[in-house]
């Protein structure tokens, strides 16, 4: 069922807003969560080559006069475009395959031939997508085919020895196919459309390598394949993927096995710093935005931010408490942990009736599974804060915080959340 890329994206990145100067203000109890956005998004993406430094980038940097290494044609074959998303609604999508935006029902079989080198911007071909749900957006992803119609299958380019440029040829065939998965963070909003920048990186590719040492052939070009420069190709076939700017990959190979990845660089600018703290506003100082709130099995409750002297609160009155404690639901998603790594959960609440809430960090996007912690904290009616550590048990750049507030009638209130990694 087609839906629209808009509302999605809108989700993420439209203020999910509780706005309130006091206890007494007009504006107090306005819910937050998954609005409805009246303005579709469309989609539109770029691809293009860069050659500035091996680093995240969103503007592509053409070749300088004495590059090393120039790219002269470079052609693959786009077969998909989904996105990944989790729902606070019905919905038959499986969330581990994602939403397939592009092709469209009609036209199953359509692929869409695409030129680095050229710097191909698609908007036509996208014209119909439009994807109106309550999903919030984690990834887009784009789905290539080497040497299908009229793409090839392989790299062109000049590498410079002594003064002179050498052709080259680096054969793709290792890859059949392969998916590019990017960050919402990744996504550039603007206006009426979210563009996807596709972007290949030509120093990550052969900085460090020795190209000098290639084998030229007969025919006075440089071939990299699994019958010549053998070495070299291994080494270009680990990093091909990584040379795109995606936050992770996954590949079939020419042996019709599996393998899939995180680029380091661009996932370590997203897992963020030491002592960083991983939750988006977690002072509320722009209200209730990046935050979710979720009633459900008969739960009740409104939302406002109010002052506490210099500081914001999240106040959640809690009308009906429901069935179970996840009746009422506070909801940050999109927090990126690190298997092996200590981490360390913070926040600060209070309530009116004292009693229990629950603290759990999960998997949102696949399972549903705690991924960290899951604690019972016994809240009291002034203000306490409390500390969690822990180590996650999968790495995910999708783990969900959930604040518990449903079964029982009460008002709560909480400020100061942080979510860092210690050690």
Known sequence: MMRSLSSIIGCVLVALW????????????????????????????????????????????????????????????????????????GVSVNQEDGLLLWPYEDDPAAVLPISFTDGEFVKDAFYNIDLKNDGFLKEIGVGFEVGKKKSVNSIYGRIRQNGKEIPFVYELNNFQVFKLLY?????????????????????????????????????GVIRFSKTENKDLWNSLNERFLPSFQA??????????????????????????????????????????????????????ADTAIVKEKNSNVM????????????????????????????????????????GEMTARLGNSIYNGETNGFQEHVKVSTSGKSFEIEFSPAETDPYARLDLNLGSRERTFWIKDVQLIRIK
Not at 18 to 32: F, H, L, M, P, Q
Not at 323 to 330: D, H, P
Request: aromatic share 12%; glycine share 8%.
């Open 18 to 89: 509780a706005v309130g100067c006091s206890e007494s203000d007009s504006t107090a109890g306005i819910e937050i969560g998954n609005p409805e956005i009246a303005q579709n998004i469309g989609l539109t993406a770029d691809f293009s080559i860069d050659y500035s430094d091996a680093k995240p980038v969103s503007l592509a940097k053409a070749a300088a006069k004495d590059e090393k290494v120039v790219i002269d044609t470079f052609q693959l074959t786009l077969t998909e475009v989904r996105s990944f998303c989790s729902f606070y609604v």
């Open 183 to 219: 960050n919402q963070s990744q996504i550039e909003v603007q206006d009426s459309a979210a563009n996807l920048s596709v972007i290949f990186r030509v120093h990550r590719f052969v900085d460090g390598l020795d190209l000098a040492s290639a084998k030229v052939g007969e025919d």
């Open 247 to 300: 936050m992770r990959y996954s590949y079939t190979a020419a042996d019709g096995k599996d393998y899939d990845g995180f680029v380091d660089d661009v996932w370590t600018a997203i897992a963020g710093q030491k002592n960083k703290n991983l939750i988006s506003n977690g002072n509320f100082s722009e209200g209730g935005k990046n935050w979710i709130f979720h009633k459900q099995f008969n739960g009740a």
């Open 315 to 354: 106040k959640v009155h809690v009308t009906k408490g429901g069935n179970f404690s996840y009746s009422v639901q506070l909801l940050h998603e999109n927090i990126p942990v690190i298997v092996g790594y200590t981490y360390k959960f913070v926040f600060t609440i209070w309530s009116d009736v004292e």
